[in-house]
């Protein structure tokens, strides 16, 4: 150890027995380091120090624990990356192809509970299946139409309302109406136009106007209807109310006002003169709604009081030329008490009598009449005589 250096000396010092064991790789057995002590094996690895043995090996030791580079092969990498992305697309559009099978076959199945559920709602939406429905519905409900024109009104008022409970459809209503129509109704719908015969409204007014129902008749009927000895109060009114409604409903009247105006227009037309009446309902016949409203009927009965006089005749004359007329218009006050519908017999004197007149101790007909036969004098030749000349 004297050619050693210190340094050397002491870190041969701190080497422990298996680092000793390195001795091997310069020469030493196994079985020869085993029959060694620690300080022989010292002094052992110290002559190696001194003779260089020890590089070499610090050297191997250095090449066994560094780690052996390897070459990259980027075109090997390449084709590596090529082929997990190939294999990562293919698996993409299978999953792809299997979720748009599974759509499809969704979406088939879906159609399918449709079209089920379509057949299903087609069959119990059927005209036929909806009629027997509807009409065993309502058949507790309806009663037959009477043959009076107010059993008519009071029928389409009550299979109406039972319509509207049970919601029937438009297009249902004039066949379930038929079972219940008198033999009167029926035959009007037998004749009505086949293209109409599927329509209410239309069906409804060809029967009220076969039996003369219109806006006057539901009128007079409203005025003139009265109570029944065996009828209760309740029933005499929901009649009352029926016809006012059906009235109301034929004016076309939807709001308040248009029936003030209704209310007092029939109640002016209820004052008016038979010749200024017939003025009105001619002028009314040619009107949009059917009907004057209040400021229309005034205007229009004054100008037919402007241009005519009490009897009825028109003014005519020309600028230079006196009326035709030599009734002077002395028209009084609107008051029903003054209006000649409420006077109507206003004869100062009495009517002559038809008579036959004897002649020869027998009954003849006047000479006047000449060749003709009785039935046709009768019919058409009818002459007036005197009383003293009576029969």
């Known amino acids: 150890m004297e050619s050693l250096t210190e340094g050397q000396i002491e870190s ?18 196994e079985d020869t380091l085993e029959d060694m002590d620690r300080n022989t094996m010292l002094q052992a690895w110290a002559a190696c120090v001194a003779a260089g043995k020890d590089k070499p090996a610090a050297a191997a030791v250095t090449a066994a624990v560094t780690p052996t580079l390897v070459a990259y092969d980027v075109d090997f990498e390449r084709e590596k990356l090529k082929f997990e992305m190939s294999k990562f697309e293919t698996e993409r559009r299978l999953k ?10 969704k979406l088939a199945e879906l159609k399918i509970q449709e079209q089920k559920l379509a057949s299903k709602q087609e069959e119990k939406n059927s005209v036929i299946i909806l009629a027997k429905r ?59 136009d086949p293209l109409l015969c ?13 039996h003369k129902l219109s806006p006057f008749a539901y009128l007079d009927l409203f005025n003139s209807l009265s109570q029944s000895s065996g009828e209760t109060t309740v029933m005499y009114c929901s009649k009352l109310k029926s016809l006012l409604s059906m009235y109301v409903e034929s004016r076309k009247v939807d709001n308040f006002q248009d029936l003030l105006s209704l209310i007092v227009c029939d109640r002016v037309k209820a004052t008016l003169s038979d010749n200024c009446s017939r003025h009105i309902l001619s002028v009314e016949s040619a009107s949009t709604g059917g009907w004057l409203k209040t400021q229309q009927l005034a205007e229009a009965v004054d100008l037919y009081r402007a241009n005519h006089c009490d009897n009825g005749r028109p ?17 009084s006050g609107n008051t029903p008490s003054q209006s000649p519908r409420f006077h109507p017999q206003q004869h100062s004197q009495p009517q002559p009598q038809l ?8 009954r003849h007909f006047p000479a006047q009449v000449g060749d003709c036969r009785r039935t046709e004098w009768l019919r058409c030749c009818m002459l007036q005589v005197s009383p003293d000349r009576a029969y």
Do not use: C, W
């Open 315 to 331: 003014h005519a004359s020309a600028i230079g030329v006196a009326a035709s007329s030599t009734v002077t218009n002395t028209r």
């Open 96 to 105: 792809q192809a299997e979720i748009e099978s599974n759509e499809k076959i």
């Open 134 to 192: 509807y009409a065993g519905a309502i058949k507790a409900s309806v009663t037959p139409m009477g043959p009076h024109m107010l059993d008519v009104v009071l029928f389409f008022r009550h299979i109406e309302s039972v319509f509207d409970r049970y919601k029937v459809p438009d297009n249902l209503k004039a066949a379930l109406l038929q079972p219940y129509l008198n033999d009167k109704s029926r035959s009007v719908v037998s004749r009505i």
């Open 198 to 210: 599927n329509d209410y409204v239309k069906v409804r007014d060809a029967i009220l106007s076969e």
């Open 12 to 29: 041969i010092k701190k080497l422990s027995t298996a680092r000793l064991s390195k001795l091997i790789t310069v020469g030493y057995s």
């Open 355 to 362: 008579q036959l007149y004897r002649r020869g101790g027998s």
